[in-house]
């Protein structure tokens, strides 16, 4: 787990991107089949998100995390903790082309979930306008996020440079 330091509103957007394609990119030297071969061998899956972590004392509180996790037998524990390590320090966001078939992939989900998904959308936008936390989450999962995306996905060509720059400064 890592505490996330004060984030400006687009590194709030760029962070949840980051947490949704991370798993999916080379790492550790492996191109993006190669890992998710290594992974599938030695892990039951790896998961990155993010937590909120409200104060108990003082609702107007929290301290925004980030946490990788995953689970491995017992006998394959010696790669698992190197592997988690890995996945958030060396993930490949060189590959100009997976990214863009990633961030792709992920936009077409979200638009093809945003009838069925509209009332979660509605819920997060007003809590941005209630809480800090609330607008954090709305970054993070809302409609802001989905806008940050689609100008991602249609400025990608001119901007592939800055996304890689993004990423790998998280």
Not at 44 to 55: E, F, H, T
Not at 67 to 78: P, Q
Not at 79 to 97: C, S
Not at 127 to 152: I, M, P
Request: some cysteine.
């Amino acid at each position: 787990v890592f505490d996330l330091p004060n984030l400006r509103k687009q590194d709030l957007c760029d962070l949840s991107l980051f947490i949704n394609i991370v798993t999916e990119m080379g790492c550790g030297g492996r191109d993006y089949a190669s890992h998710l071969e290594y992974i599938e061998a030695n892990t039951g899956g790896i998961d990155v998100s993010l937590a909120l972590n409200p104060n108990v004392a003082d609702f107007t509180s929290f301290k925004p995390s980030l946490s990788v996790r995953g689970k491995a037998l017992h006998r394959k524990a010696d790669r698992f903790l190197p592997l988690l390590k890995e996945q958030l320090f060396t993930a490949d966001f060189t590959d100009i082309t997976r990214i863009k078939e990633v961030i792709a992939k992920y936009y077409t989900g979200i638009v093809n979930s945003l009838n069925s998904n509209a009332m979660r959308y509605a819920t997060n936008q007003a809590a941005g306008f209630v809480s800090h936390s609330g607008r954090t989450g709305n970054y993070w999962y809302g409609l802001e996020f989905y806008w940050n995306l689609q100008r991602w996905i249609k400025e990608f060509d001119s901007r592939a440079d800055e996304f890689v720059e993004k990423m790998m400064a998280i």
